[in-house]
């Protein structure tokens, strides 16, 4: 079973709209941090935006006032609302969190997971 599973990325015009989803699944005893990074053909992943367990949340230079990161705990999902798209947003997304799992017998140390990512492309 895939710890996250991303959805939601696609094809947009600059100046358009996308919603990223990214759904953890599971025996999830909690989740702490859950965020979103983005790499680019020839560059380094790089942190896009990352949200606490308590909702503060924290982003890149080049996305704020752009994007909108946000969870639902009750359905261990995260989001990632990006507006006013532009060419250098064009990357393969991944979601991240840290998972702590339960089992019949006890409660996992938590971990770090990555989900498979999904390509963004802006471009007219």
């Known amino acids: 079973q895939v710890p996250l599973v991303e959805s939601g990325g696609g094809l947009v015009q600059p100046g358009g709209s996308l919603r990223l989803s990214c759904k953890a699944s599971?025996?999830?005893?909690?989740?702490?941090?859950m965020g979103w990074y983005r790499q680019a053909p020839g560059k380094q992943r790089e942190l896009v935006a990352a949200?606490?367990?308590?909702?503060?949340?924290n982003y890149a230079d080049s996305v704020k006032a752009r994007f909108t990161i946000s969870r639902d705990d009750a359905i261990d999902t995260v989001y990632l609302q990006m507006n006013r798209l532009k060419p250098e947003d064009t990357a393969v997304y991944y979601c991240?969190?840290?998972?702590?799992?339960?089992?019949?017998?006890?409660?996992?140390?938590?971990?770090?997971?990555w989900g498979q990512g999904t390509q963004v492309t802006v471009s007219s």
């Open positions: 949200i606490t367990r308590g909702g503060s949340a």
């Open positions: 991240n969190a840290e998972i702590q799992y339960y089992t019949d017998y006890s409660i996992q140390p938590a971990h770090d997971y």
């Open positions: 599971g025996s999830i005893f909690r989740i702490e941090d």
